[in-house]
């Protein structure tokens, strides 16, 4: 069979989650750009299908199953957060088809009843981050912690991550707000008035713009110590906030594009900077660009692009990443992916923050 | 009989209002067939005929409510035809509804209040307190919210709002109706007031009494049509007319 | 609208339902589902809207608690279909008997707006019922009962059960009882003053299009194998109303054109653009302007234009 | 006990009372007028009796029993109907579906999702029309009738509820001559006929005297004189508030 | 908590702030529904464009107090200009059709205009900074307080004077009241009721707008700002009851307190609290608190 190779891509277009689509759209796109350039996969070249997943289980298993039925496509990278990514799984399952998820970072989606042959999950896990994350309070010299968020399932299980990991690490409280919240005031008081020395939090996106800019008036960042989850290294989320983001912020995020550690990061960046028309990158992309080296260095593998061999060609599979190797862990269908951990300090010459004391933690 | 045509009517003198030869459809069905008349400064003209021959219809296209598909409607002379209704309110017509379209979480006050428009030359200015004059029950519910006058109360209140703009032309759509009697010789005897003191009025009315006894020319309607025309005391006078168009 | 146009274009409808599974594609059988379940919801709903005149803005709900409850009858108690599709229904059925009662004592917006609330009561509770609904992620992975597995005969079975629907729906529309609705809608008080209980009636309308509407969100749930909180959000419900408002309120097949459309639209507008939400609004603001009565008018102009040859 | 009993009533609205101790019964198979001028509240009385409003004290009983407690449909289903000064029809269904809501209603059909409507009592709803000379609209829409066809038609609908009392506000109100004359023939005939009670409103002395046999008259929310026909027009208080010169 | 005065003094200061700023948010909204009667689901999308419009013009005026002043103004002057295209060009249009029919125009219009600003804007996220004045806290004696947040809780009631005597008070708010009743009979007695109508629709987009410029030194500016927010000022419109400005006004109190403090108390389940209350509060009164029943005589 000749003609292109179809990658459907499923990822939110539109509303408050576009920016997490775009920005792996955009790796996706500079990743397959790559490879056809290069001559394509077994000779021919990547299409990519996306389709607006819209954060909905129903629409994007409809993509889903459009895009199976009508386009025959037998690849896919996404959904992007957990709820879709989990919903989506099951049609992969009973489809036969590849699904690498490129950032959900929920435990279930490969773990117990649903871990099946053609699930493939790239972000580190929350019990992943629950580990690092405490080194990094030690670090910190935490001894006492308030938790704080969205009341959804990346915050109780990556609380209970760091809960089970913290040791003689004590809690001072935890206050978690709905989603949707946009009031944080009334946390933000009982923050400050609670017995913790850090804060470990979980919104993110707007939501976390939203709290700085309630709780730095409080003066909460000088008088605790905070760590961020939901990916808040991210430079787009300093960029918006510019000089209002709280020095002294921990924070981790999938990629920085000022990291200097490897070549291999330094050419990715350049050739993403080209792409994107901008030096200053976010951290999607990456995730994105990962996802499609890892399905095309399994169908090189495989020989083929029938599912069930690529699948099987995924499982065990170590590929050279700008973040140096990656393996996918046979057993678990989970890549063993690092991630920057660092504290943002206001740069000379700059308004956006940026992190230092950058670790890539494996 | 008479039939009257719109080329009958065509004078070389302006008349206040003239209506040449109206079409008036809603939606595909045609209600109004060349309907013409006119009226002049200072007269008191009655649209006479049975229910739903299009006498309300035809206030309610010279006002501007129900544009008519074809004919002219000309005010002093000047076109009008299809020109929005608050332009033809500011120009001196007045409209009296027959469903009275009370607002209805208004005061009674406030009902007159948003009605008011500039005095006219030549007329004496219509004020809260003339109207009150006029139908003194609504100055005692002058605060009460005009949804909850009774519906001789509400008719009354209707007349008195289009006094408030301080009409030249008064189309006036069944004014008796729902009002005791002692009032309706008493609002016979305002609209008389109203004619001599210079407004011109267009009534439409089932109580031919009434209709006779106040006005100086009348038109008498029939599924749409003009097929009658003359004076009160003609009409009077004309059994055929009445029994043909008026009575079974 | 005359009942003679619709009723040949529900037949002919029915006629080329009849057809989809033999053209072989796959893709069009499921559209074919997906399309029929949401036309089924917007019937429902114009119960409601068309019929008796009240808005809800939380039909979801309804459709959300007869998606949830035969995914849980079905995988949690491993009821066979024909016990766990009917108890969901009948479950719907309670909740908007309750929620009845309390809503139909309001009017127009304060009606849309109660539903809303108790819809969003609903989604508050199916997000933090988490051993049950799944919460945020959802009802992940119904088994399906073997013989509805395949597409083909998965399709059939909701051509059956929406089919059924619509009869019933249609017959109700035409009769005294949906006579009465319509009274109901143009004059409450009128009605009232004929003998009718009108909040009585108000909440046999109520209960009936719950009914119908979890008859959809039970296929639903079953299509999509698995139920999401989205499902109860208002959004959702909005979504309904679109539909039915889209299609036409005062016929019967307003809703189906409606709710197809809308559905066509999205799916095949994400196929060639990312700017979907851009075109999607401009083709809506058009219908708007342009066909003023809903889609049904273009279909009524259609139809005298073909009476006239 | 008479057929119908008003006992006492007295309705305020805030601080205005707008029925004020008001009593009287009528006998059945009387056509009883209540007159007076606008805003006497023959009209809240209307609403007490059939249910659209409570009063504030007082007790209204229908062949003894009570009805200041029943919501409007319980006690239409006991027998009594009304019609509307300001009309009060479907607008947007047409003249026969109309009357055919209000025979439905009085059928109980209204629980059948399966009892077929189209056409059903037809040959009875277009006797009807006929009677109020609509029938030639009976296809057409309620509310694009003109002002006088709807309130013959709102009669129409009155009647079609086959009541033992009939309540009748200001009926033949923008009828025009022609109309008014028939539907006096038809409500006096009609009520003859079924040996219906009725109580009406109207401010067209014609029509209250070629109905009536009986008259109250109400001014400021009490009752001022009640009587025979002839009695009430020559009682001297009603030529002064009421009638004005005659 | 309350063993604590401080802290009480603080949350009761959040529930206000937060009211006002619900408050700000839903004026324009309580406008459009009170009078026109449409329900404006894009009020959220108005808002959210007066965020971006302020953002805009504060990058070209720099981070100062005038910007910031400019900024909310532009933000209500260029909304309010395109409500008004909006509103003659298509809008008009709908008012004597099938009343439903606006929802389905503002629910497109919701479509159109996000997608238009993610055109525009893209689909990251901004910030826009408090102007310099207002930046930090002020002590009030018993604890310090953001200036921000005071000054909303300033704006709230002056917003809702200036409303409340123009609708009260003025022969403009009485002609309003008058359209929303009977469109076709005010403009035979003389009122020219188009203007009238683009005249509520502009400033109650204009508001959005400006409340959205307003909201944005506490929030976000991205893509998602309008869903967050169009529900909580439905929530404050109705149960304060249709059109009723007072009603929003107590409507927006309640609703923050009840955000605040359920969010103490309640914790994560103050998702359904709001709910709750709307249910409660309409089943005790169906027209909302301060909404009056639409009595109709006969
Ligand atoms: N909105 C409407 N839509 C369709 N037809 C209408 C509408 N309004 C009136 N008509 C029709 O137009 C014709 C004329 O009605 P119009 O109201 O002008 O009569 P009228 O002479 O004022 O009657 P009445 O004395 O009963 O008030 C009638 O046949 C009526 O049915
Ligand atoms: N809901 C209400 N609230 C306050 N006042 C009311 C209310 N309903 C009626 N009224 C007042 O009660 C009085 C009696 O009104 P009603 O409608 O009964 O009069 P009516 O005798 O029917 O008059 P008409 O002959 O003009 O119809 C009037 O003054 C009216 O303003
Ligand atoms: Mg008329
Ligand atoms: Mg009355």
Redesign the interface.
């Known amino acids: 069979q000749d003609g292109p190779i179809k990658v459907g891509v499923i990822l939110p277009?539109?509303?408050?989650?576009?920016?997490v689509?775009?920005g792996i759209y955009a790796g996706v796109d500079l990743a397959v750009k790559q490879v056809n350039e290069a001559g394509g996969v077994l000779g021919r070249p990547l299409q990519v299908l996306?389709?607006?997943e819209q954060l909905?289980?129903?629409v994007s298993?409809?993509?889903m199953?459009?895009l199976i039925?009508?386009e025959g496509v037998q690849h896919f990278i996404g959904p992007a957060t957990?709820?879709t990514s989990?919903?989506n799984s099951?049609?992969a399952r009973?489809e036969k088809v590849v699904n690498i998820s490129p950032s959900a970072k929920?435990e279930?989606l490969t773990a117990g009843?649903?871990l099946h042959d053609y699930i493939f999950q790239l972000a580190p896990t929350t019990d992943v981050d629950g580990v690092r994350t405490v080194e990094v309070l030690r670090g910190m010299g935490t001894e006492s912690i308030c938790f704080t968020g969205f009341?959804?399932?990346y915050t109780h299980d990556w609380f209970a991550a760091i809960r089970a990991n913290m040791g003689d690490i004590t809690e001072a409280g935890e206050?978690?707000?709905?989603?949707?919240?946009?009031?944080f005031?009334?946390?933000i008081?009982?923050l400050l008035?609670s017995d913790c020395d850090t804060i470990v939090g979980t919104q993110y996106?707007?939501?976390?713009?939203?709290f700085v800019?309630?709780a730095t008036?409080?003066?909460l960042f000088e008088s605790k110590k905070v760590l961020w989850g939901s990916n808040t290294g991210d430079h787009?989320?300093a960029?918006?906030?510019?000089?209002?983001l709280p020095g002294g912020l921990w924070a981790s995020a999938a990629d920085v594009w000022y990291y200097e550690g490897e070549d291999s990061h330094a050419a990715y960046q350049q050739a993403l900077a080209a792409h994107q028309g901008r030096k200053e990158t976010d951290m999607w992309p990456i995730t994105g660009y990962n996802a499609v080296k890892f399905l095309t260095a399994a169908i090189e593998a495989a020989g083929t692009t029938e599912p069930t061999a690529v699948a099987a060609a995924l499982d065990g599979l170590t590929i050279q990443t700008p973040l140096g190797e990656i393996t996918i862990d046979p057993e678990t269908n989970r890549a063993n992916s690092p991630e920057f951990y660092g504290r943002f300090e206001p740069q000379e010459g700059s308004d956006v923050a940026r992190m230092t004391d950058l670790r890539l933690v494996r | 009989m008479t039939m009257c045509s719109a080329s009958t009517w065509e004078g070389n003198e302006m008349s206040l209002l003239q209506v040449e030869a109206i079409n008036v459809c809603y939606g595909l069905s045609k209600v109004l067939h060349d309907v013409s008349l006119k009226i002049e400064t200072g007269e008191l003209v009655a649209l006479v005929g049975r229910n739903g021959v299009g006498k309300s219809t035809t206030m309610r296209a010279i006002m501007g409510i129900t544009p008519p598909a074809s004919g002219k409607i000309l005010w002093k002379g000047q076109p009008i035809t299809r020109r929005p209704s608050h332009l033809n309110a500011r120009a001196g017509l007045g409209y009296v509804p027959e469903e009275r379209r009370i607002f209805g979480s208004l005061t009674v006050w406030e009902n007159l209040d948003v009605a008011r428009l500039p005095p006219r030359e030549g007329l004496e200015p219509w004020t809260e307190d003339r109207v009150f004059a006029l139908f003194p029950d609504l100055e005692r519910f002058r605060n009460r919210p005009g949804g909850l006058l009774s519906g001789g109360q509400q008719q009354m209140l209707t007349i008195a709002r289009t006094l408030m703009g301080n009409p030249e032309l008064i189309l006036l759509d069944e004014p008796s109706e729902g009002v005791a009697p002692l009032i309706v010789a008493q609002i016979g005897e305002k609209i008389r007031e109203l004619r001599d003191a210079g407004v011109s009025i267009i009534m439409a009315e089932q109580n031919l009494d009434f209709v006779l006894n106040l006005s100086d020319r009348c038109y008498v309607l029939e599924k749409g049509v003009v097929v009658y025309h003359g004076t009160a005391a003609e009409l009077r006078d004309n059994k055929d007319v009445q029994n043909r168009y008026l009575h079974i | 609208m005359t009942s003679r146009p619709q009723l040949i274009f529900l037949a002919c409808l029915f006629l080329a339902l009849l057809a989809v599974p033999f053209l072989g594609?796959?893709?069009l059988t499921?559209?074919a589902v997906?399309v029929m379940i949401f036309s089924l919801l917007a019937l429902s709903l114009n119960i409601l809207v068309g019929h008796i005149g009240l808005v809800s803005f939380g039909h979801a709900a309804f459709f959300a608690i007869g998606g949830y409850a035969t995914a849980f009858f079905l995988t949690r108690w491993q009821l066979p279909l024909a016990a766990a599709m009917p108890m969901a229904v009948l479950l719907a059925a309670a909740f908007a008997l309750v929620i009845g009662v309390l809503c139909v004592r309001l009017k127009a917006i304060y009606f849309a707006m109660l539903t809303l609330a108790f819809s969003m009561l609903v989604w508050g509770i199916i997000?933090k019922w988490k051993p049950v609904t799944g919460?945020?992620?959802?009802f992940?992975?119904i088994t399906l009962p073997g013989m509805l597995a395949s597409p083909q005969s998965f399709y059939w079975f909701v051509l059956a059960v929406v089919g059924a629907s619509t009869a019933l729906m249609w017959l109700l529309s035409k009769s005294t009882m949906g006579q009465i609705f319509v009274a109901i809608r143009e004059n409450e008080t009128r009605a009232s003053f004929l003998g009718v209980n009108v909040r009585q009636m108000q909440l046999i309308g109520f209960v009936l299009a719950a009914l119908f509407a979890a008859i959809a969100g039970s296929l639903?749930a079953m299509y999509?194998?698995?139920m999401?909180p989205?499902?109860a959000f208002w959004t959702q419900s909005g979504h309904i109303v679109i539909s039915v408002l889209l299609g036409g309120v005062h016929s019967f097949v307003g809703p189906i054109l409606g709710a197809s459309l809308l559905y066509l639209l999205e799916?095949t507008i994400?196929?060639y653009t990312?700017y979907?939400?851009l075109v999607m609004g401009l083709i809506l603001l058009l219908v708007v302007l342009v066909l003023p009565e809903g889609l049904i008018e273009l279909f009524r102009k259609l139809y005298a234009r073909l009476g006239r040859k | 006990m008479a057929f119908l009993d008003v006992t006492n009533a007295t309705k305020k609205f805030g601080g205005f009372i707008a029925i004020n101790d008001v009593s009287f019964s009528v006998e059945k198979g009387a056509r009883h007028a209540i007159i007076g001028p606008n805003g006497a509240g023959k009209t809240t009385l209307f609403n007490l009796i059939s249910g659209l409003i409570l009063p504030t004290t007082g007790s209204i009983a229908l062949e003894g029993q009570r009805l200041s407690r029943m919501k409007p449909h319980e006690i239409v289903r006991i027998g009594m109907a009304r019609s509307f000064q300001k009309v009060n029809v479907f607008p947007r269904k047409t003249a026969f579906e109309n009357v055919q809501v209000a025979l439905i209603a009085n059928r109980k059909l209204q629980f059948n999702p399966f009892h077929a409507a189209a056409g059903l009592f037809g040959d009875e709803i277009m006797q009807l029309l006929e009677q109020v000379r609509l029938g030639g609209d009976s296809g057409r829409r309620a509310g694009e009738l003109a002002h006088g066809k709807q309130k013959q038609l709102e009669l129409a609908v009155a009647l079609a509820a086959e009541p033992k009392i009939l309540l009748l506000d200001e009926p033949t109100a923008g009828m025009s001559i022609a109309e008014t004359l028939s539907s006096i023939a038809l409500i006096r005939d009609i009520v003859q006929q079924r040996g219906i009670t009725l109580l009406f409103t109207e401010h067209d002395m014609n029509v209250v005297f070629e109905i009536a046999s009986t008259i109250s008259v109400l001014h400021h929310g009490e009752i001022i004189a009640t009587g025979l026909p002839h009695e009430v027009r020559a009682n001297d208080d009603v030529q002064r508030i009421y009638l004005g010169r005659e | 908590m309350f063993a604590?005065p401080m802290?009480l003094f603080?949350?009761v200061m959040?529930s206000l702030?937060?009211a006002m700023?619900l408050f700000i948010i839903a004026a324009g909204l309580t406008l459009i529904f009170g009078v026109l009667r449409i329900v404006n689901f894009a009020h959220g999308a108005f808002y959210m464009v007066g965020a971006y419009v302020a953002l805009s013009i504060l990058r070209v005026t720099g981070d100062s107090n005038l910007g910031f002043l400019l900024g909310v103004l532009g933000a209500g002057a260029l909304m309010g200009a395109m409500a008004f295209v909006v509103e003659r060009g298509l809008l008009s249009r709908l008012y004597d059709k099938e009343h439903m029919l606006q929802l389905l125009f503002t629910f497109a219009l919701v479509l159109v205009i996000?997608?238009l600003v993610?055109m525009i804007w893209g689909?990251?996220?901004?910030?826009i900074?408090?102007p310099p004045f207002l930046?930090?806290?002020v002590n009030l004696g018993i604890s310090?307080y953001?200036?921000?947040?005071l000054f909303l809780c300033v704006m709230g009631p002056i917003i809702a004077v200036a409303i409340w005597f123009f609708m009260e008070r003025t022969r403009w708010g009485r002609i309003l009241r008058a359209a929303r009743e009977d469109r076709v009979m005010l403009n035979a007695l003389g009122t020219d009721v188009k203007l009238v109508y683009s005249g509520v629709f502009v400033t109650g987009a204009a508001l959005a707008a400006m409340g959205g410029a307003l909201a944005a030194?506490?929030?976000?500016?991205?893509?998602?700002?309008d869903?967050?927010?169009i529900i909580?000022a439905f929530i404050i419109v109705i149960i304060g009851g249709l059109g009723s400005l007072l009603g929003s006004f107590v409507g927006a109190l309640i609703l923050g307190f009840l955000?605040?403090?359920g969010?103490?108390y309640l914790?994560?389940w103050?998702?359904v609290a709001s709910y709750v209350m709307m249910v409660v509060i309409l089943l005790v009164r169906p027209w909302g608190l301060f909404g009056k029943a639409d009595e109709e005589r006969h």
Do not use: C
């Open positions: 277009m539109s509303g408050g989650g576009a920016y689509g775009e996306l389709r607006d909905r289980p129903d298993t409809a993509a199953r459009e039925t009508l957990s709820a989990l919903a099951q049609i009973e929920t279930a009843d649903n009341d959804y399932a206050f978690l707000v709905p989603m949707n919240a946009t009031d005031s009334a946390t008081t009982q008035s996106g707007g939501s976390f713009i939203a800019k309630q008036p409080f003066g787009a989320v960029a918006a906030l510019g000089a209002e | 594609s796959r893709y499921e559209l997906q997000i919460g945020d992620d959802g992940v992975g639903m999509l194998r698995g999401y989205q499902s799916v994400h196929q990312q979907w939400p | 604590n802290i603080i949350q959040n702030s937060l700023n996000k997608d993610k689909s990251g996220q901004y910030s900074g408090a930046r930090g806290a310090p953001p200036k921000y947040a030194p506490r929030s976000a500016v991205d893509p998602g700002m869903s967050l927010v909580d955000t605040v403090m969010s103490i914790k994560e103050v998702i």
